[in-house]
Each structure stands twice: as structure tokens, then as C-alpha cells.
């Protein structure tokens, strides 16, 4: 299996970035971390080795980024607002970046958004938000709405909200969206969902699922026995859904 270590400066982040990318063909997969998540977490905890038969067969060409979180979401130490400001800075930095990178190894024009726990969140919100550059969405473990509170899963954003939150938040803009060519693009991805029945975030993905369904956007929602929010499961679960 065909492995590639990338380092850059990041102009839209201002630091340096890393990703990992497996395979030499097939629809790209852009791979988020889960939550403060790093981009060599899923080799190491074998879930590239459970879809490494899909990685070598040419279908797939999997692109493990880095996350940000500690300077977003889960920076406590900053004004909400920053948090939500560097979360806008990650994103272009996948769209601007990391996409052009993929493109320029790939001429595939098909690719994938995909992630576990917190990554789960930025693969559906990216993938919501920007519906014309993919083709196909999975969502893992995933919490759609991160200023709800649950249990030990606090409101990431301290209780502030502003336009930025709202426009990042799922289970908020996705129930108000009326653009005909948006919701038709939506219509066009191929939407999947998987999370434990004993999962916290149950309940956000039967949200998510129920505004969906209201604007009669199909996806496909599984959900497993026991929380199944762990990488044993997560394993099983890339290799059935991506």
C-alpha cells in the first residue's frame, strides 16, 4: 500500500500542517481525526489497515488530515468567538489546501468527507456546507450541534452565539436552508450515518436525521448496538460505510 507523508506551511492557519495519504487511486477520502485527534491516529489504531484492501484495489485513496481543536473547540482559554474564527480558518485550510493537493495527486473527481467522534462533526459540516465538492458523506460517532451539552460533553462554545457559530452548527442552519440549487446538490451526496444506540449523541444524530427528513434529503442512518464509540468499532464501521 502506496504511503505519503505531506508537511507545509499553512497560509490560512499560520503553522504547519501534516497529513498522511494511503493509496495511489480511487475516490479521495478526506479523513478527519476525531475529537483533538492527530492525522497518524487512524494508522495506528489499525483503521487504515481494515480498509487497506480498498486502499490497494485502487477504490479508495484515503487523506488523513491533522486537526485544530485544541486552538478551537476545545481552546477554554480563549473567547468563544476566536474559537469559532479558527475553526473558519481550518476549514479553508482543507478547502484551499488540502483539496488542491488531493486534486493535483488525483484527478479523480470524486471524494469523500469522512470522520469519527469530533471528526464525524467537521466531515458532515464541511460536507453540509459545501455539497457541490462531494460526492458522499460519512459521520461516525458524530455530535451535529457542538453548543448543546450532554452529559460530560459540555456547549464548546461557552454559551456565546453569533452567525459564524450558527453557519457551522448542523442541527442549526441545515433546518432553515431554502436554496433550491443547495438543497438540490444535498440531494445529489450520498449521506450516511452511524452511531451506538448507547451513544451520547444519539439524540443529535436523530436530529439531524429529522431535518433531513423534512426537506426530503435521503441518507442512510445505521445505528449499532452498545455505544460503539471506540476505534474497535470504528474499524468495522470504515469498512462497511466508506
Known amino acids: 500500500m502506496k504511503r505519503e507523508y505531506h508537511k507545509w506551511y499553512s497560509p490560512n492557519l499560520e503553522k504547519e500542517m501534516e497529513l498522511l495519504v494511503f ?10 481525526p476525531p475529537r483533538m485527534g492527530r492525522f497518524y491516529d487512524y494508522e495506528n489504531w489499525s483503521i487504515i489497515a481494515a480498509i487497506e484492501h480498498k486502499i490497494t484495489n485502487g477504490d479508495l485513496q484515503i487523506y488523513c488530515v491533522d486537526s485544530v481543536d485544541l486552538e478551537s473547540f476545545y481552546n477554554s482559554f480563549c473567547h468563544p468567538g476566536h474559537r469559532i474564527y479558527r475553526h473558519i480558518q481550518y476549514e479553508k485550510y482543507v ?21 469519527c467522534s469530533l471528526g464525524a462533526y467537521h466531515a458532515v459540516n464541511v460536507a453540509m456546507r459545501h ?16 453548543t448543546k451539552s450532554n452529559g460530560y460533553f459540555q456547549d464548546l ?7 459564524f457559530i450558527y453557519f457551522n452548527m448542523p442541527n442549526q442552519y441545515l433546518k432553515n436552508i431554502e436554496d433550491p440549487t443547495l438543497i438540490h446538490q444535498l440531494k445529489q451526496m450520498d449521506i450516511v450515518l452511524t452511531i451506538g444506540k448507547e451513544d451520547p449523541f444519539l439524540q443529535s444524530n436523530h436530529k439531524l436525521c429529522g431535518i ?5 434529503i435521503p441518507y442512510q442512518l445505521f445505528e449499532w448496538d452498545e455505544e460503539a464509540h ?13
Open 212 to 216: 433531513l427528513d423534512e426537506k426530503q
Open 230 to 242: 471506540k476505534a474497535c468499532y470504528w474499524r468495522k464501521m470504515a469498512n462497511l460505510y466508506l
Open 95 to 115: 478547502l484551499e489546501e488540502v483539496l488542491t493537493l488531493a486534486n493535483l495527486i488525483n484527478p479523480n473527481p470524486n471524494i469523500i468527507s469522512a470522520g
Open 23 to 32: 493509496g495511489h487511486a480511487g475516490t479521495k477520502v478526506v479523513f478527519f
Open 131 to 146: 455539497p457541490h465538492l462531494f460526492c458522499k458523506v460519512v459521520g461516525m460517532s458524530g455530535r451535529y450541534d457542538l
Open 157 to 163: 462554545l461557552s454559551g456565546y452565539h453569533n452567525d
